[in-house]
């Protein structure tokens, strides 16, 4: 099984800064089609898990701009820039290259 | 507008069975793969099974390989999970959600998850 590894766990960050959250893979995400199947996904309290990004760096239809993720390989990031209260929720990265693992979850909070 | 609605979950014994339904508006199965997932109480996401759009097609993760079968029902629109020899360490939220297979490989619509509780 691919492991996904996130860091932080916990992410106090103040309303208008920038979040972001690493994701690394036990192994390469590349696929035998060059796609890397990497995404993010949010889940706010009490609510099923959200997508956010796809293959790495594209946004789904309605997510808003500052949400963007980037990375390659093994190495990924998500990016929250000017925070807002909404925010709040567990993200997790997950991939699809071969079968599907997700992260452990990091937690964003306000500070 | 796509809503996906779990339910059967339940209170259920180890060793027992319970089969879940999960019920799609707003697209119907064919051309879709579905399937489930769980979330563990304050754990993390996983995969359990996968389902393409005829139910010739199944997969499913090593942790629930011979105990648990999904299948379709497309005149309903909706899925199923039959889960038999259940386990104290199956208790979780359980999802369906609609898997967008081919170029890209995502989950794009999740239901909001029926609460399955194993224990004596």
């Known amino acids: 099984d691919i492991v996904m590894t996130q860091t932080p766990l916990s992410s106090p960050v103040t309303l208008g800064q920038s979040a972001s959250i690493s994701c690394r893979s036990s192994q390469s995400l590349v696929h035998s089609s060059g796609n890397t199947y990497l995404s993010w996904l949010q889940q706010r309290p009490g609510q099923p898990p959200r997508l956010l990004i796809y293959k790495v760096s594209n946004r789904l239809s309605g997510v808003p701009d500052r949400f963007s993720g980037s990375g390659a390989g093994t190495d990924f990031t998500l990016t929250i820039s000017r925070v807002e209260a909404e925010d709040v929720g567990v993200y997790y990265c997950m991939q699809s290259t071969l079968w599907y693992t997700f992260g452990q979850g990091t937690k964003l909070e306000i500070k | 507008e796509v809503h996906l609605v779990e339910s059967g979950g339940g209170l259920v014994q180890p060793g027992g069975s319970l089969r879940l339904s999960c019920a799609a508006s707003g697209f119907t199965f064919t051309n879709n793969w579905m399937s489930w997932l769980r979330q563990a109480p304050g754990k993390g996401l996983e995969w359990l099974a996968n389902?393409?759009?005829?139910?010739?097609?199944?997969y499913y993760a090593d942790s629930v390989k011979g105990r648990f079968t999904t299948s379709i029902d497309n005149g309903k629109n909706s899925l199923s999970l039959q889960m038999n020899s259940l386990r104290v360490e199956d208790t979780a939220v359980y999802y369906c959600?609609?898997?967008?297979?081919?170029?890209?490989?995502?989950?794009?619509?999740w239901g909001q998850g029926t609460v399955v509780t194993v224990s004596s």
């Open positions: 959600a609609r898997l967008f297979f081919g170029d890209v490989r995502y989950f794009d619509y």
């Open positions: 389902i393409n759009e005829d139910g010739s097609r199944k």
